[in-house]
């Protein structure tokens, strides 16, 4: 799937890191090694241009799992999980 069908399936983020202006984290995919993270940059203002969708390569250490985005590593630790009810 493309990412633009990733983000018309799904909908509602499931989780929010307040860097960069707000990242949204949408859907988390993969097999038991290799995982991509959908998100959406910049989402405190979405009528910006510079707003994206992004698709992120999910990295793993010894201390917790992270993705990097425009150069910095984004630790899902530290993301607001938002619960959809």
């Known amino acids: 799937m493309t990412k633009k069908e990733i983000f018309n399936q799904h ?4 989780a929010f890191i307040s860097a960069f202006g707000g990242v949204e984290i949408y859907h988390i995919e993969g097999d038991q090694v ?3 993270a959908y998100c959406w940059s ?3 203002n979405k009528n910006n241009k ?3 969708q ?3 390569r999910v990295y793993y250490n010894d201390k917790h799992a ?3 985005f ?8 530290e993301a607001l999980r938002i ?3």
Do not use: E, T, W
């Not at 425009?70 to 630790?77: E, T």
């Open 11 to 14: 909908q509602n983020p499931i």
């Open 70 to 77: 425009k150069g910095i590593r984004l630790s899902l630790a």
């Open 42 to 44: 910049d989402c405190y």
């Open 54 to 56: 992004h698709k992120a």
């Open 66 to 68: 992270y993705f990097i």
């Open 83 to 85: 619960d959809v009810i």
């Open 50 to 52: 510079r707003n994206q």
């Open 34 to 36: 290799y995982f991509k």
